[in-house]
């Protein structure tokens, strides 16, 4: 099962993305989903995750400008970023836990630039 996902590109500082994230087959149960994001020579960061139940968990730097959610019928997860920054330009990785197996999307490049 593969993760595909999509919504980045280039936009503006100040602008908004919406990320995207399916799985290419069935995956049950799924547990936590979740985004991270890698810059060239740093470490993979977690950027939001949700429970199987809604409940979600923000990374500091993106508090208030960030919204995940998730659609259990379709097993979706997305992530809504607005008022974005030159910092936030990195590679997000979409992530799905299934209860003992990780799921990984190949990333969708996100590029903040004026």
């Known amino acids: 099962v593969q993760l595909q996902a999509s919504g980045g590109g280039s936009v503006q500082p100040g602008g908004s993305l919406r990320l995207s994230c399916v799985p290419s087959g069935s995956i049950f149960p799924i547990g936590r989903m979740g985004w991270y994001r890698q810059v060239p020579g740093k470490q993979r960061e977690l950027v939001a995750s949700?429970?199987?139940?809604?409940?979600?968990t923000y990374a500091n730097f993106v508090k208030g400008r960030a919204t995940i959610s998730r659609d259990n019928a379709k097993n979706t997860v997305y992530l809504q970023m607005s008022s974005l920054q030159l910092d936030d330009t990195a590679v997000y990785y979409c992530?799905?836990?299934?209860?003992?197996?990780?799921?990984w999307g190949e990333g969708t490049l996100v590029t903040v630039s004026s």
């Open positions: 949700i429970t199987s139940g809604g409940t979600t």
């Open positions: 992530w799905i836990g299934a209860f003992g197996v990780e799921y």
